[in-house]
């Protein structure tokens, strides 16, 4: 199909209100993970020479949490009810990370960031005028979330012991809590 003409929905398929909804609300669950594995990571590597690097792409994510918190009473949006395995989770991938390394735990930011550039990529050109500060949102967080990429492979993440099977694993992970996340 071409961009002349647009997929009709199908029986079943979400309305475009219900599509906003699961962009915030994923978005909300995948600021709150990020905030947790920097929280697990830096419970490691606190005394780190890459500490300070980490700390700064957490205040990042922490701002970013702290907007998605504000959006989704304003927008009547709940949060995933996975919030508390994401807690979990993410803070023992970052720990489990660091403790592998500083070179692997940068190797989780870039597997992470990766396909956070994806997904809100797609939202990005999901989102019409109607929701042009939401989409504006996406698209700087998007750019932090790069950022962060870029830091974690100049901290020498492709240097990681296992790096192409510790980035797969990661971003398969990421991939199935952002499904999961935008449903439940």
């Not at 989780?108 to 005028?129: F, M, N, S």
Request: proline share 6%.
């Amino acid at each position: 199909m071409t961009d002349a003409h647009p997929k009709r929905p199908l029986p079943g398929d979400p309305s475009r209100e219900e599509l906003v909804r699961r962009m915030m609300r994923v978005n909300h669950a995948g600021e709150y993970g990020a905030k947790r594995i920097y929280d697990g990571q830096l419970a490691v590597l606190k005394r780190s020479p890459v500490a300070p690097v980490i700390r700064r792409m957490a205040e990042q994510e922490r701002r970013h949490l702290e907007a998605f918190e504000k959006l989704l009473p304003e927008r009547r949006v709940r949060p995933t009810a996975l919030q508390p395995l994401w807690h979990a989770a993410g803070y023992a991938l970052g720990a489990a990370t660091a403790l592998l390394g500083e070179r692997a735990a940068m190797a989780c930011t870039v597997a992470v960031e990766e396909v956070i550039d994806e997904h809100y990529a797609r939202q990005a050109a999901k989102l019409g005028p109607e929701e042009g500060a939401f989409k504006a949102l996406v698209e700087e967080f998007r750019k932090d979330e790069l950022e962060h990429r870029d830091t974690g492979l100049a901290h020498g993440a492709e240097e990681a012991g296992g790096y192409p099977v510790l980035t797969a694993g990661i971003k398969a992970a990421s991939r199935l809590a952002i499904w999961l996340s935008e449903r439940i």
